[in-house]
């Protein structure tokens, strides 16, 4: 099988940066002639040769469309995808590779719980949805509008001036109409790491199921839904090192039987006539139509890829880091961190007095730097805040002090240059 074949390395490798640099090929770039310093991570991550690898194996050893086909390379690329589903389910501790759903990415994982949970059983007029205001509007959005098709009402927990939750005040919102809590793991704009074990508890105290919007959670940190207890969990491929294009919807088997098929198509059904169509179980149902094959394959050698490192190496490695560039972006006069939680991955947002963050991104793009400059998508934590918009800066396991030593010097001269 095409994992087994491209990953030879170790089980568990050494934590060496240098490296770790040497397995992704875009990072030999130069831009504006300058080595590319990379750090626009929360955006999307950069693919290891494996990955890249992997997707070009089975583009020439096992192209085919999957489980229908009874030739060798349908078998070939169905069990490659299959394999891929159980590698998820294994890296987040799913109980059964079942309660995997291949989607397009976090945001269409979403979509799909939301649409779904609208249909009559779980979520109907005058119940209410809570999330938080450090959400992405990927969880803001899909609940919205099934709040305005519904006639559902969406809560929203508040954060205090460092971005962290105020848990007292989730407490005052979780009722007997609370239907949904749906809730950032790690936030893309604050950079702040959510209590969720402690959320899902709360939520579970009133029989309200939970989803963790993990989109920024894989590539920092450890998963485990089934000590989580969350009743969902989404991620993105494109952001853990693997293929744009394809994302995880972990459900447990009790919800996602209890659901309705999101669309309806090919793969999806067991019979079809025109009178009356049955569907399949879990998880074709959720996965009408031909999937992005190559993509599920990529995302499976991509968490073999992090799985070949301990996590507690990536997260102490990541967490010197992010202490090393608090300390020196907080040295720069006129410079203001937005999110200055106690828990935090590295994920650095702030602003520069007199200047604008389009302004910051635009220059350090000169100097071959590439942050993130905008609303992350998080238009109501912007608000919040009273910005509207940020720099951003965020590390993942190939980034390296130097790096940020770049970045401090570049926001320098723009400072000189903008005085
Ligand atoms: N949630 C969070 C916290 C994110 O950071 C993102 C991506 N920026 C999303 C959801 C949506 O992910 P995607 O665009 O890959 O669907």
């Known amino acids: 099988m095409l ?14 940066v240098n490296e770790i640099r040497k397995d992704f090929p875009i990072l030999n770039l130069q831009i504006n002639g300058k080595p590319l310093c990379y750090l626009d991570n929360a955006a999307t991550t950069h ?20 489980h229908r086909g009874l030739h060798f390379l349908s078998e070939a690329a169905t069990q490659s995808y299959e394999n891929a589903r159980l590698k998820v389910k294994e890296y987040i501790n799913a109980m059964s590779s079942s309660e995997i759903i291949f989607v397009r990415g976090a945001t269409e994982a979403i979509n799909l719980v939301a649409a779904t949970m609208g249909n ?40 205090n001036d460092n971005g962290e939750l105020i ?10 109409k609370t239907k949904m809590v749906s809730i950032v793991h790690i936030s893309n704009s604050l950079g ?27 590539q920092h940190s450890r998963v485990d839904v089934q000590d989580l207890d969350c009743d969902f969990f989404v991620f993105s491929g494109h952001k853990v090192f693997g293929p744009t294009g394809i994302g995880v919807l972990y459900g447990k088997t009790s919800y996602l039987n209890q659901l309705p098929p999101y669309q309806g198509g090919g793969d999806m059904i067991r019979t079809v006539s025109f009178d009356q169509t049955t569907f399949d179980g879990l998880p ?37 880091l992010l202490e090393y560039a608090t300390e020196k972006l907080l040295s720069i006069n006129g410079l203001k961190i937005i999110g200055t939680a106690k828990e ?29 400059t905008g609303h992350h998508c998080s238009q109501p934590t912007m608000k919040r805040f009273g910005v509207s918009a940020t720099a951003r800066a965020s590390f993942v396991l190939y980034n390296t002090f130097e790096e940020i030593d770049r970045l401090y010097n570049g926001l320098l001269k723009i400072k000189k240059m903008m005085a």
């Not at 693919?47 to 999957?66: L, Q, S």
């Not at 005058?126 to 559902?152: F, K, T, Y």
């Open 47 to 66: 693919k290891p040769d494996i990955v890249i690898e992997g997707t070009k194996h089975y583009y020439t050893h096992e192209n085919a469309n999957i």
């Open 3 to 16: 994992s087994e074949k491209i990953i030879q390395k170790p089980a568990k490798r050494k934590f060496d």
């Open 120 to 159: 009559g059983k779980f979520i109907g007029e005058g119940d209410e949805i809570i999330v938080s205001n450090m959400e992405h509007h990927a969880n803001i959005v899909p609940w919205q509008m099934l709040c305005e098709r519904v006639g559902a009402k969406l809560k929203v927990i508040p954060i």
């Open 192 to 218: 702040t790491i959510n209590p969720i074990k402690e959320i899902i508890d709360r939520a579970h105290k009133f029989n309200v199921p939970v989803l963790i919007d993990g989109a920024q959670t894989v």
């Open 167 to 176: 848990l007292e005040e989730y407490d005052k919102l979780l009722n007997e």
């Open 344 to 372: 935090k991955a590295s994920v650095i947002s702030f602003v520069i007095d007199g200047i604008h963050s389009y302004d910051i991104g635009t220059m350090l793009d000169t100097y071959g730097i590439a942050i993130r």
């Open 284 to 320: 074709n149902k959720f996965e009408a139509g031909t999937p992005n094959i190559v993509g599920g394959i990529g995302l499976g050698v991509a968490l073999l890829y992090i799985n070949s490192f301990d996590i507690n190496d990536i997260i102490e490695y990541e967490t010197k």
